[in-house]
């Protein structure tokens, strides 16, 4: 039986991913922790602690006393946020890895998930159906921080046989927990506005095309990546995985199929330069070969449930 220590619970892909892995091992079975409050629904359906990733002796305590088997760490500071504040995002996202790369060799812990990113592609990377393997020149602090992270997770597996396994997660889209600091932060707050004031304000030129991915397909694809025999896993830095690309002009025009007097207006500021400097779209076929990686939503799919489950969320709120 598994023991799982998931950190970042509160956050966009934690406060979803505590709940499906809730589901597969059960409530008990799977610590959500973070530094900040989270979600009603985690802190009723099974246990929530305090912990700081970057306290390695509080961390390591907390791993040997609830026999911690497994662990999903999603603590980072994302690409716009990282921008501002260099030094300590460097810091934060590699202390928070090597922290539980650590972990690994001193406890029981068998197996490790961290989630890279796109951003580890730079403007040197070829820029459609980027593939696994290519030139990787990230200019942002994320996304050099994402690479070496890569690398140090790759190091650990061959050296100290520490089961390390990533994905490079494009932009996850999902109406539960709102974003905080990202670059493709703006294909959910498009959303909302849409719901909240029938127009938004983007801060990406409409040409703009990155990959994106809805929650459920990245969370289903997480889990099948960790559950994937060691055997498969022909990469042990991280996966690409694609999901859709699209340009705000193709979401606003998606969105419009529901609410025909949506408006868009487009204020680029520095979060251009990153998303010019990444991948518009993907080539995730070895994550389709090794472990049979494939996702069910498209730009229609995602925005009917989008707007829907906004809709309601917000309207309960009232
Ligand atoms: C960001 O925009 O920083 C993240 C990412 C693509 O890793 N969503």
Known sequence: MERILVIGCSGQIGSELTLALRKV??????FATDIKQPP?????SGPFNTLDVMDYNNLLHFAVRFKITQVYNLAAVLSGNAEKIPQQAWEINMRALMNTLEL????DVKKLFWPSSIAVFGPTTPRY???QLTVMEPNTVYGISKLAGERWGE???KRYDVDFRSLRYPGLISYKTEAGGGTTDYAVEIYYEAIRNNRYNCFLREDTALPMMFMDDAIKATIQLMEADAGKLSLRSSYNVGGMSFTPKEVAA?????QPDF????EPDFRQAIADSWPASIDDSVA???WGLSDAFNLESMTSLMLNEIRTKLSNKK
């Open 40 to 44: 009603k629904d985690i802190l009723e």
């Open 104 to 107: 690994a060799r001193d406890s």
């Open 288 to 290: 389709r070969k090794d």
């Open 263 to 266: 408006e868009i207006t487009y």
């Open 155 to 157: 190091y650990y597996q």
């Open 129 to 131: 159906n980027t593939p």
């Open 254 to 258: 998606a969105i419009r199929k529901h």
């Open 25 to 30: 091992h059960g409530n008990e079975n799977v």
